[in-house]
């Protein structure tokens, strides 16, 4: 049998020319959440409706699920904007319930105000039809077995039994476009997913130091980008080789600063491909107080290396709570694989957790800064990740 979704998506903060820059946008990613399916994504009165064949059904409303902007999703039966018509389709509905239902609610919306009856009348019509064909149903306000909905629309009318919950957010693609720097962690796909969810589109940049990391460890970062293009389309993968930057910096500086060093000139990385591609901000997965690179002072150090804004949507949240969301969204089970990672290569025992500018800045001036970035930026090598789902 065919399918028809009906989708639902936050009004309330739009407005004027923003809510069709986000309808729109949010049809192009509705879209692409559906590609290979011979469906399609039409726009009604504040809804869109995904309609298609029915197979794979659980797999396409996975996929809507994940769509940013959607708050939520219900499988629709379809009906003309008939009284009679409405309460035969759910007589059907009724009728293939299994069995065990009999406690029941009706909530109807009525979007099209020319409909003639109101929407507490047309629950009370179904209502006492229904329980005329069926007569052991009770009406259960609070604590419903099953509800049936009722949307009046402009053209038909839906009734449905469930509604799934999307993701809620912005669509990917209406607040701009980020560099998500991403690591193997736990955090920074975290942090990649909550900058989609407010509507930024991310390109992800990764730094390896191969022969010292292992391809497995890069392979698992194109793993993270696939779980994370379930949800924000295709993703840019840049990677970048700091193996010869860490080696300069061992060999000049003390290996106290080589992390604030290291991770100065990744933000200078950052900020060359940001500028190159167009994009906006930096996004990182810091929060707090986790490790010597996360006080104040030094993300005040590390960050000084760049001009770019940078986000880091994790500041808020305890680790618990992203180990939660990292569970969730299911990039966790690949964030904890066992893979080194650059900045754990040649870390130090005592890393400064209160670097000065002023102290940093003298050792740089020793060092051939340009042509390390040079360098580094002649190893990018970019991939676009797909979701594999
Ligand atoms: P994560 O779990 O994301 O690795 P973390 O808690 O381990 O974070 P750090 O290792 O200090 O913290 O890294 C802080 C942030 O710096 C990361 O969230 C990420 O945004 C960025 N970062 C660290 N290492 C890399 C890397 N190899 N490539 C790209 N970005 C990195
Ligand atoms: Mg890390």
């Not at 109807?108 to 629950?123: A, G, L, Q, V």
């Not at 912005?170 to 476009?177: I, K, Q, Y």
């Not at 000049?252 to 000139?265: A, D, G, H, Q, T």
Request: net charge neutral; hydrophobic share 40%; charged share 25%.
């Amino acid at each position: 049998m065919p399918v028809k979704i009906l989708i639902r998506y936050g009004e309330i903060a739009l407005k004027g020319k923003n809510r069709g820059q986000f309808e729109k946008q949010l049809h192009r990613n509705l879209k692409a959440a559906v590609r290979d399916y011979s469906g399609e994504v039409i726009k009604l009165y504040g809804r869109f409706m995904v309609t298609g064949p029915g197979e794979n059904l659980e797999i396409l409303l996975e996929r809507l699920c994940k769509v940013f902007g959607v708050v939520s999703i219900s499988s629709v039966r379809e009906t003309e904007l008939d009284l009679d018509q409405i309460k035969d389709l759910a007589a059907g509905i009724v009728g293939s319930l299994p069995s065990g239902h009999n406690t029941f609610k009706i909530e109807t919306r009525r979007s099209n105000k020319n409909f003639p009856y109101s929407s507490p009348e047309i629950n009370q019509l179904l209502g006492s039809h229904l329980q005329e064909l069926f007569p052991d149903l009770i009406v259960n306000l609070k604590q419903p077995s099953f509800k049936l909905s009722v949307e009046i629309g402009f053209d038909q009318a839906f009734l449905y039994l469930d509604r799934l919950a999307g993701p809620g957010g912005l669509p990917v693609g209406t607040t701009g476009r980020s560099l998500l720097m991403l690591s193997g962690g736990i955090d920074s796909p975290v942090a990649g997913w909550l900058s989609m969810k407010r509507g930024l589109s991310v390109e992800a940049l990764h730094f390896h130091s191969f022969p010292f990391t292992s391809k497995h460890s890069q392979e698992k970062v194109r793993e993270l980008c696939r779980k994370l293009a379930a949800y924000g389309g295709k993703i840019p993968l840049h990677m970048i080789s700091v193996t010869a930057i860490q080696k300069e910096l061992r060999a000049k500086c003390p290996e106290e600063l080589s992390i604030i060093l290291l991770r100065r000139m990744m933000f200078r990385l950052a900020d060359l491909i940001s500028k190159q591609r167009g994009l906006q901000a930096l996004i990182t997965g810091d929060s707090l107080g986790q490790v010597a690179s996360q006080t104040l002072e030094s993300i005040t150090v590390i960050t000084a290396a760049t001009e770019m804004l940078v986000l880091r949507p994790l500041v808020g949240l305890d680790k618990r709570e992203i180990i939660d969301m990292a569970i969730d969204i299911d990039t966790y089970d690949t964030s904890i694989l066992p893979y080194e990672d650059c900045c754990t290569v040649f870390l130090p025992k005592h890393p400064v957790t209160k670097p000065k500018l002023e102290v940093i800045e003298r050792f740089e001036a020793g060092l051939q800064i340009e042509e390390m970035l040079e360098g580094a930026s002649k190893t990018l090598e970019t991939a676009i990740i797909k979701s594999e789902s």
